[in-house]
């Protein structure tokens, strides 16, 4: 085990004084093993050294959640699609819409931000189905929205951000709930 330590670390040491030394290098020259075998501090990327990521603005979900529904419930294409087919549909319906033009293209991460939208209105439904079972009588809308917000919060330690997807959403079959919808 001693021998492999130490080959293990004059690799690392090899490798290190292979790598220019500035105050900015490229990510890609990086070298940062898993395990610190040899005991060698390498440099973590910071936050410069990372790709810059793009939040998703209101306006953009709601134009990728159209995009979605729109692509989804199409009765001339139907179901009979691939997947990759598909999410191309919707990333050129998102990119055609004139609410995001002027703002960046979003090529791969509809998909992404799709699941993210999805998941976390899933969960609310579950959150806002409990708030409307524990309704007592003259309770407004307000109010069991704010109870299924705390509902979340307890549950999952997050507060929802997501009401925008979830008011979109939630008259839609998939997302209205064992409750249905009293609006």
């Not at 931000?113 to 309704?135: H, L, M, P």
Request: aromatic share 10%.
């Amino acid at each position: 085990m001693d021998f492999q330590q130490s080959q293990s670390s004059s690799f690392l040491h090899l490798l290190n004084s292979q790598v220019p030394h500035n105050d900015n290098p490229p990510q890609f020259l990086s070298f940062s093993p898993t395990p610190d075998v040899g005991g060698s501090a390498s440099r973590a990327p910071t936050g410069e050294d990372r790709k810059q990521r793009c939040k998703w603005s209101i306006a953009e979900d709601l134009v990728l959640i159209s995009a979605w529904l729109n692509t989804s419930k199409d009765p001339v294409v139907g179901s009979e699609q691939r997947a990759g087919t598909f999410w191309k549909r919707i990333q050129a319906y998102y990119n055609a819409s004139p609410k995001v033009v002027g703002l960046p293209k979003r090529e791969k991460n509809c998909k992404q931000r799709w699941g993210k939208i999805n998941e976390g209105v899933c969960k609310f439904v579950g959150s806002y189905d409990a708030a409307t079972k524990q309704r007592p009588s003259g309770q407004s809308e307000d109010d069991v929205l704010k109870a299924a917000h705390e509902i979340f919060l307890n549950d999952y330690k997050a507060n929802f951000s997501l009401e925008h997807a979830w008011r979109e959403l939630r008259n839609d079959q998939k997302w209205c709930g064992t409750y249905g919808n009293s609006q």
